[in-house]
């Protein structure tokens, strides 16, 4: 805090900027003005007599809406959870706030996390800041966008197949993909529990470091976080790229490729050469198999995640349409329930998982798509060997116009072509803007770290910063 403006004044201008633009976005689905006024006035205290303040202290930020908040709407962008108000808080929103942040509210997304660009919510899409015409990626479409809009100064974000990484790249920001186990998932409401990651978007790498230190690190609540330590995530960022070995994947480069986002990875890969990074290609031979092993793995997990919602114990109990009162079986609950409270892409993916999951094609599915997991991982573990980390795109193509691929599934699987294989494999990245198309329309640049080094993903992310700025 500067002590030009206190952090209720701060609070106030974000509300008077989100009533202006939201409607026209949509980014935000429910406001917290109660409880940010009263963070903030604690801060403000706070400042006044002295006392010392976290690191977000007065930064107003804003919540995806899959993850956990105490007496604010929390819906999963979903109409099964409409209304819902959870009684506790997601942990890294906890933290967030013993650091001081001021959560102004909840963002759109896809519904419960299934979408690449954030079509698939209950309660309308998200339009791209840049360009109200296109998509502005998902399924974290809402938090990309309130960045971007300067909605929220950072927000956070869930990440389980490139739904962080995707909409920072359309959206023209910074988003992080932490190491599975590096941030608590305490308060998430799960799609696919091995896959499933926090984290936030920002628009300086400076600002994404400094929120995954405040949100990394063990938690009692969640046995799949790791006890690691948690380094100073910031400390390197003035270091540049001098003798850093950037690998870059051949895999990445082919078929599918838009000619203006190769062209912007490739010039910025030079500039870090120039820097004095050495430009090693590597090999990712299993990669082509990322996405319908990705598919098969998430969509078992979510069936089994998407269980929990039946109309029995929260949410939505759904009425039969034609008599108006409540079905008089649980079976006739649970499917009057399930068809109206979810959208057809929670359907599709319930219904594939279940499917993979099923006796007789267990084998051939599911545990053949585990298997190649493997086998990526270990292709990502052999390039780490030689290189500190992986440069890629982020997308095949920029984003792209709202309704160009609502009726292809398929087409909208394979915007996560490059972001899948990272989540699979476990690893940590970010997505650094690093130009614009000739229409104006940001490119993003993916790095790629080993499990639990974010500290030199961020030090390559704020060097790809520095030699594109401007």
Known sequence: MSGRQTATEVAQSFYGLIEEKNPKINAYLALSKERAFAQAARVDAAVKRGDPVGALAGVPVGIKDVLATQGVPTTAGSKILEGYLPPYDCTAVARMEAAGAVVLGKLNCDEFAMGSSNENSAYGPVRNPRDAARVPGGSSGGSAAAVAAELAVVTLGTDTGGSIRQPAAFCGVVGVLPTYGRVSRYGLIAFASSLDRIGPFARTVKDAATVMQVIAGADAMDATSSA???????????????????????????????????????????????????????????????????????????????????????????????????????????????????????????????????????????????????????????????????????????????????????????????????????????????????????????????????????????????????
Not at 303 to 328: H, W
Not at 336 to 363: C, H, M, N, P, W
Not at 449 to 457: C, I, L, P, Q, Y
Not at 461 to 467: G, L, Q
């Open 228 to 470: 690691r330590a948690v380094p100073a995530f910031g400390a390197g960022l003035e270091k540049g790229v001098k003798g850093l070995k950037v690998g870059v994947p051949a895999e990445f480069f082919g078929e599918g490729l838009d000619g203006e986002i190769k062209s912007a990875i490739e010039t910025t890969l030079e500039k870090l050469k120039a820097e004095g990074a050495e430009i090693v290609p590597v090999s990712l031979p299993h990669s082509k198999y990322a996405i319908p092993t990705y598919y098969v793995v998430a969509t078992a997990e979510a069936s089994a995640n998407l269980a929990r919602f039946d109309g029995v114990r929260y949410g939505l109990r759904a009425k039969d349409k034609g008599t108006g009162a409540y079905p008089e079986t649980l079976a006739e609950m649970y499917r009057e329930t399930r068809e109206q409270g979810f959208g057809a892409e929670v359907k599709r993916r319930i219904v594939l998982g279940t499917y993979v999951l099923s006796a007789g094609y267990y084998d051939a599915y599911y545990k053949k798509a585990q298997q190649m997991r493997t086998l990526i991982t270990r292709d990502y573990l052999e390039a780490f060997g030689g290189v500190d980390v992986i440069a890629a795109p982020t997308t095949p193509t920029t984003a792209f116009k709202l309704g160009e691929k609502a009726d292809d599934p398929v087409a909208m699987y394979l915007a996560d072509i490059y972001t899948v294989t990272g989540s699979l494999a476990g690893l940590c990245g970010v997505s650094v803007p690093c130009g614009e198309s000739k229409a104006g329309l940001p490119i993003g640049m993916q790095i790629l770290g080993k499990h639990f080094d974010e500290a030199t993903v961020f030090q390559a992310a704020a060097a790809v910063e520095r030699v594109t700025a401007g």
